[in-house]
């Protein structure tokens, strides 16, 4: 059964309040992200004192759930039919299980965190996990899905997905700021405030309102697009079980060659990140020694940076390429992370405490997030346009099957990053419990292993990645072929 209709992608310009309306709906991913990244290993293990390993091993359990439910999201949503489209009703069904999970996820039972017996802080972790990532994906994988539709113009592409990383990095710099800023804020008491366990209820409650308050509003505010947009035709049947479809379509999408390269590489740019995100906290605290305020500076920068590098990206990707693109900015994103740490290594940086120390490692963090939000823009346009190439070759428009996949390598960001993060640092014998509040807690030999695992050893994956996207095929020349072909198709079939 052919998918290909009269509701393809509109080829025009969009205009601004219809891009603003739908990237508006990302706050709510960079709000869990945010959240998720910077604070929940540290809350559970160092907070709450459940083993760093089973933290992580909690949220790698909830990640193989998204392994499963990501693709489903997709393969439904692309095949579903209603008078609100076919991607809004899932955004709708997620608000209300989302808030509900992650605010139950920041706040387990007393009895559980005093509890001697780490198993029930364990399955609190893992159920309330489990429930925020899927209703995550509710919303997420047909969001994505939705911004590869409105548009199929190569350059304008760039510009709807740079406005969704925009408000994404704003959801995250949100995070950081309602967390350091408000929350978590120094006190003569407790210079670091993330280590006071009864802030993190109400954190969680200010976060889960705002996440539901941004799907209903880029929800409502896009529904009138949505039966202007392809619908599967009325008379088609599933050929086969929902699980057979699912794992037949997986296949067909791997079996993209430019698709299955970018997919890995940029995998692995998430797990980069997000065990940066993960590890932090722990950086901050007891490698370079930041406090109070200090804090919010350096968690801000990088969203900050991603914030301000997309309203370039379209300019870049435009004047060189978006593969150029993504390769620059994972190069500079590695460039970033090595060197203070290398620099600290060989006692080239003034010591920790130091205003110009804590200046450099701030900029240096808003540098990196401009790199990054070259890749990360320029990879999302780039899967837009590979849905475009597998309908030409396959007859099906399947956006929300291949933004699933985007949509489980962005929460590898704290799926895969936790899960790493925990065993690196149980390998390096880190000390958990919320008794070790300073760098003098720590044998400084187990700190310096904590940089040479962020900085030097986290940034040789980038290689990898860099190696995987050096395979991708499709350039500007190669997308306007493919877009004239399938305008010739679909005149073809309207005149049938």
Not at 65 to 75: E, H, K, Y
Not at 405 to 417: D, H, N, P
């Amino acid at each position: 059964m052919s998918f290909t209709a009269s509701g393809a992608p509109s080829v025009g310009r969009l205009s601004w309040s219809t891009k603003l309306l739908y990237g508006v709906g990302q706050i709510s991913e960079g709000l869990k992200t945010g959240a998720f990244g910077v604070f929940l290993l540290f809350y559970y293990s160092q907070v709450l004192g459940l083993s760093p390993s089973l933290t992580g091993i909690a949220v790698g359990i909830a990640l193989v759930f998204d392994a499963i439910t990501d693709p489903l999201a997709g393969s439904i949503s692309d095949r579903f039919r209603s008078r609100y489209g076919r991607r809004h009703p899932f955004m709708y069904v997620s608000v209300v299980p989302l808030a509900a999970g992650f605010y139950c996820l920041f706040a387990p039972p007393v009895v559980l965190s005093e509890s001697a017996s780490q198993w029930g802080l364990f399955a609190w972790l893992l159920g309330f996990a489990i429930l925020t990532r899927a209703s995550m994906t509710l919303f997420h994988v047909p969001h994505l899905s939705l911004g590869a539709e409105l548009t199929s113009d190569y350059t304008e592409r760039t510009t709807v997905v740079g406005v969704r990383y925009f408000f994404n990095m704003f959801g995250a710099l949100l995070a950081v700021v309602i967390g350091f800023g408000v929350y978590f804020a120094a006190t003569p008491d407790l210079p670091q405030g993330q280590f006071n366990a009864g802030q993190y209820p109400g954190y969680a409650m200010v976060i889960s309102l705002t996440m539901a308050g941004a799907i209903l509003l880029s929800a409502l505010g896009t529904q009138k697009y949505a039966l202007t947009l392809f619908q599967p035709p009325a008379n088609w049947q599933r050929e086969r079980s929902v699980m057979g479809q699912l794992w037949s379509e997986s296949i067909e999408a791997l079996g993209n060659y430019s698709f299955r390269w970018v997919f890995w590489g940029v995998l692995l740019v998430f797990v980069m990140v997000g065990v940066d995100v993960a590890l932090n906290l722990y950086m901050i605290t007891f490698f370079w020694e930041l406090s109070g305020n200090q804090n919010l500076q350096f968690f801000a920068a990088a969203p900050l940076g991603v914030m301000v590098g997309t309203l370039f990206t379209g300019k870049l990707t435009k004047r060189i390429g978006k593969l150029p693109a993504v390769i620059w900015g994972v190069g500079g994103w590695m460039f970033c992370q090595c060197l203070p740490i290398l620099l600290r290594i060989a006692d080239l940086l003034p010591v920790n405490g130091h205003e110009g120390l804590v200046i450099g490692l701030i900029a240096l963090k808003f540098v990196q997030g401009l790199f990054v939000a070259q890749c990360l823009v320029s990879f999302g346009s780039m899967i837009a346009d590979i849905v475009d190439e597998h309908e030409l070759l396959t007859h099906r428009r399947q956006e929300g099957i291949f933004f699933a996949a985007v949509s489980f390598s962005s929460k590898c960001t704290t799926g895969l990053g936790s899960v790493f993060s925990g065993f690196a640092l149980d390998l390096i014998s880190w000390p958990k419990g919320a008794d070790i509040r300073t760098a003098a807690d720590v044998d400084p030999a187990t700190i310096t292993q904590l940089g040479i695992l962020y900085g030097p050893a986290l940034a040789l994956i980038g290689l990898f990645s860099l190696w995987c996207y050096s395979h991708y095929q499709i350039d500007r020349t190669r997308h306007a072929e493919i877009c004239a072909e399938l305008e010739r198709r679909r005149g073809t079939l309207a005149n049938a």
